[in-house]
């Protein structure tokens, strides 16, 4: 492995030539998160692979892991935090506080959901949610169909 004057050696993937790392990474690969070459070609770069946020491709990292390539967190904790609902059990699980929550898959869970803990709720999607997205308000039993279709409905 190179090393730059820091003693360290930075390679960013990122799928934005102009991403915030660019210019303080020793080499920057060009390519979606989700790209299992590109994903490769930085295991083969690197001692150590480490990620920003969950929306990465947790299988890629998965094979790499059980190579022995060397990934903090760990591919579990990854494949925990991809799910929200998987994460709140685990948090729960571990002794964290967490507001009350319950799994939805059926406007029917949402309104079951709804006798349990009231109005307002949020629906929350399981995956791909970040920044505000992926949640809808639920203020009134009229508002589970528009939030179900927004959220609910997908398979994730």
């Given amino acids: 492995m190179k090393q730059s004057d820091s003693g ?5 993937l990122d799928p934005s030539e102009d991403c915030p790392s660019h210019s303080i990474s020793d080499e920057h690969i060009v390519a979606d998160f989700g ?6 070609d930085l295991a083969d770069r690197v001692d150590v692979i480490t990620y920003e946020f969950e929306h990465i491709n947790a299988d890629a990292l998965q094979k790499l892991e059980d ?4 990934i903090y967190p760990s ?25 009350r929550f ?9 309104l ?10 949020m629906l929350k999607a399981r995956t791909g949610g970040y920044d505000g997205k ?3 308000k639920i203020d ?12 609910g409905s997908r398979k994730n």
């Fill in 134 to 136: 992926g949640n809808a």
């Fill in 112 to 121: 079951m959901a709804a006798n349990e803990f009231g109005y307002p709720m």
């Fill in 67 to 70: 190579k022995g390539y060397a």
């Fill in 35 to 40: 790209d299992e070459k590109a994903i490769f």
């Fill in 8 to 12: 360290m050696y930075v390679v960013t």
């Fill in 140 to 151: 009134s039993e009229a508002d589970v169909p528009s939030a179900y279709e927004a959220l």
């Fill in 102 to 110: 319950k799994e939805v898959v059926s406007q029917e869970d949402i």
């Fill in 75 to 99: 591919v579990k904790s990854l494949k925990i935090i991809q799910d929200k609902y998987t994460q709140k059990q685990a948090l729960k699980e571990a002794g964290t506080r967490v507001p």
